[in-house]
Each structure stands twice: as C-alpha cells, then as structure tokens.
C-alpha cells in the first residue's frame, strides 16, 4: 500500500499520503471485523479484503467516509440502517447531538456505545449516563429500600446497556472509581463536567428548566448526548417536553447536531417496527378533537 504502519499497545499508526492511509485503515478495520466475527483470520481472507476494497475505495472517492464500527466485548457493533449510521456520524462530528426516535431504534444503545469507545479509547476521563426519574403513566407509590434501590430501576435500561458493552467485574470496577456514573438527573445539577462523555437518555421527560439545567453541565472537552421518544412523554398534562423545547430553540447553533430515528430503523423484533407504525396511523388519523 506504500504506507508505514506501527504498532504499540492497543494503537496502530499508519502513515503517508492520505488516499493510501485510508484504505489501509480500511482494510485493517475489515481484518479485523472478520477476525472477531469468524474467529480466525488466514492469508487468503486477508487478498480477498484487499482485492475488495480497492475496488471499493477508488483514488477519487471523497475524504469524509468514517468508519462507524464500535467494539464490545461481545464482538462488532454497528449501524443496522442508514439513519443509524448518520446518527453515529453526527455524534463524532459535534459536541451535543440531539437524537429523537420510536423505541427500538438504538437511540440509548448506540449513544452508549459510542461514549464507552471514547472511554476506552482515552478521548474522555469519565463516562456520566442520567435519566429523569418519571414512571411510565403509572403511579408506584414509595417504593421500599435506601436511596440506590429507589433509583435503581429507572437507571436499569442504562446498566443493561453498558453490561453489553464491557465485561461486568470492568464495569463494577469503573463505577466504584465514579470512572462511570450512571445517575437520575436531578444529581446532576451544580456539576461542571470536564472530559467527559455524557448522556441524558429518556429526554422526553425533563421539563425545560431540567433540559437547560443539563445542557449547562458540559464542560472542556466533553461531548454530550440527549436521546428521547416525543411520542412517549410521561410528564403531567399542560407540561412542557424539555426535549422538544431544545430541539426548537437549538436548531441554528454551530457544533449541535440533530437526528430524527424513524420506523425503517426498528431494529428489535419485527413486531416492533408494526406496533410502532400502528400507533403512528393511529394517531395521524384522529380529529383534533378526538
């Protein structure tokens, strides 16, 4: 390939001229996704992966491709559909993204992700994960036990989440340095977070004042994530979505990116995608005064 290429740790530098470099990052990438999904790699898939890509890559296609694959323990994470794939560009490319969607389109998944590789990749020195406190059109009263086990099962979507992404004593591990954080929204007002990869999953439920609140935590070097259903809000009636109240007044400022996931990007059950589009048919057909 007529490019330079050293190891060191976890790390593999390549060097030359830009075309060349980026196909070489290309093939490696691809080496080691067969690696990883195969669980071997030999001589002839290694001329079979370079053979394809440069056809794939020619001299003249652009500079902005960017490899979106994200690692787990578990193997390879990656976009399903086209509207995920924009979702992770858009969360590389800015500082605050936005993204709005039905459930099941990896909206918390991949958001989760990309802020655990950043993590692992030393882009960021802290990981904080929050989530409003508001139960799902049902009232549960006080619930038993200390202040943990009160929050804890709104926080389970996150653990779940991140227990997919890293080996569970890692995770322990990180959570007892406060390395990771995973907390209602309400702890996460007087902080200022430096270097940090944060996300407010379930935005949907914050009122304005919440939303700002959260937006103003970001400090140096972090990147920030909101993800919400619009569809879905729990607050009482007459109260504003702090979600769909940023993405208004938000929309013409430099370094924020917006994503609206839809149906084609279900990626749960099949019987997901139908409810959710039934739903939908449902709702557009009604009167106003339904």
Known sequence: MGVQITARHENIVISGQRQPVRITAEIIHKMQKRL????????????DILTQTEKEMPLESSDTDKTVTVFSHKGL?????????????????NDLTICTGPAGTGKTYLAVAVAVS????????KL???????????????????????????????????EDMMEFGQMRKFMEMDIIEVVPLAFMRGRTLNEAAILCDEAQNT???????????????????IT???TQVDLEPGQTS???????????????????????DIVRHRLVQDIVFAYDRNRSSKSPHA
């Open 242 to 264: 702090g979600l769909i109240d940023a993405r208004r007044k938000l929309q013409n400022i430099p370094g924020i990116g917006f994503v609206e996931l839809g149906e084609k």
């Open 77 to 93: 994470i990656e976009p399903f559909t086209p509207g995920q794939k924009h979702y992770i560009e858009t969360m590389q490319a």
């Open 128 to 162: 904080v994960l929050a989530r409003p406190a508001v139960e799902a059109g049902e009232k549960l009263g006080f619930l038993p036990g200390d202040l943990h086990a009160k929050v804890n099962p709104y926080l389970r979507p996150l653990f779940d989440s991140l």
């Open 207 to 225: 009122v304005p004042s919440q939303m700002l609140m959260f937006l103003t935590r970001m400090g140096r070097g972090s990147k920030m994530i």
């Open 228 to 230: 919400g259903d619009i």
């Open 118 to 125: 950043m993590l692992k990749k030393k882009q960021v020195r």
């Open 36 to 47: 990883l999904q195969r669980g071997r790699l030999e001589e002839r898939d290694v001329r």
